[in-house]
């Protein structure tokens, strides 16, 4: 049976799909730029592929591109966006970051964009770290992005939760409702200090080129990582 | 999905090599099928062309 994680991430997506799909239409910059610098020949798994909006100029520039996603109602809209831009070299798995259905030393390349913020337990979201380490090629490069724990938004109540006990939920959980087109469905958050996105990246036997923090929509501190790691 | 996505998927659990059934085929494009690990001996179906490899 579908781990019980797995089965509540799928449906989450799959309800807000359509919605997620209209507010999420431009690429990150950052993702942009490795896809850039990525050979033509390139292999590329993106992991989490959501809506596509990275996975259809990966497929632009490089040889072949694996979308990997748990919902199938996002995977759908990929699909959809796979014959309108007249792509034959993308290929879709339904199935998740945990458990990557691709072979060892694969892949030259895997996009890992604002996904692993969405598994709960950290024992699995180390897994799919060592997953990707598996499906890339030696010397391979992941692209790997998750929300800032210490944003402007969510400062407060993580600087309150240090204070109260906070009992069963690992440090960094936070359930982040969706409230958009009528739309009221709670998302599973774990949200990354620099340090755990480090220490997690070193523990899954990945090597760290580089970490930045940016600020999209925060003004005083950074609400996305961006992470470049090479496997080995 | 393509035929040769058989040397590029295993199972998500075990890392099996699969074996594919096809049951629905257009223009070398696999519409309906499965795949059955030949490891652990779990089966995914390949529905309107998308293979549903999520753990058993």
Redesign the interface.
């Known amino acids: 049976?579908?781990?019980v994680y797995?089965k509540k991430s799928?449906d989450t997506w799959n309800a807000i799909a359509k919605s997620f799909d209209s507010t999420r239409r431009k690429p990150w910059i950052e993702c942009i730029d490795f896809i850039n610098n990525l050979s033509k020949e390139s292999l590329v798994a993106d992991i989490g592929c959501g809506n596509g909006r990275h996975l259809i100029p990966c497929a632009k520039q490089c040889k072949k591109v694996?979308g990997v996603d748990?919902s199938?109602e996002l995977?759908k809209i990929v699909?959809k966006k796979i014959t309108e831009n007249n792509l034959s070299n993308v290929?879709?798995?339904?199935?998740?970051a945990v458990?990557?259905?691709?072979?060892?030393n694969?892949v030259d390349a895997v996009l890992y964009i604002a996904t692993m913020h969405n598994i709960p337990q950290r024992y699995r979201r180390l897994k799919s770290l060592m997953e990707i380490n598996r499906i890339l090629k030696k010397d391979g490069e992941a692209i790997i992005s998750v929300w800032s724990r210490w944003q402007d938004k969510f400062r407060q109540h993580f600087i309150k939760k240090c204070l109260t006990n906070v009992n069963r939920k690992e440090f960094g959980d936070i359930d982040i409702y969706w409230r958009q087109h009528g739309l009221d469905i709670s998302r599973f958050y774990h949200l990354y200090s620099k340090r755990e996105l480090q220490n997690d990246i070193k523990q899954a036997g990945l090597d760290l080129i580089k970490i930045d923090g940016v600020k999209y929509f925060s003004k005083n501190y950074f609400d996305n990582y961006f992470a470049i790691v090479k496997s080995n | 999905?393509?035929k040769e996505?058989l040397?590029?998927?295993?199972?998500?659990?075990c890392?099996g090599d699969l074996e594919l059934e096809i049951k629905k085929e257009d223009e070398g494009e696999i519409i309906e099928g499965s795949f059955t690990c030949k490891k652990c001996n779990c089966t995914y179906s390949i529905d309107e062309?998308?293979?549903?490899?999520?753990?058993?």
């Open positions: 049976m579908t781990n797995t799928e694996f748990v199938e995977l699909q290929e879709l798995m339904h199935s998740e458990n990557i259905p691709i072979k060892d694969l | 999905m393509k996505m040397d590029i998927l295993c199972c998500p659990t890392k062309g998308i293979p549903n490899l999520l753990p058993k």
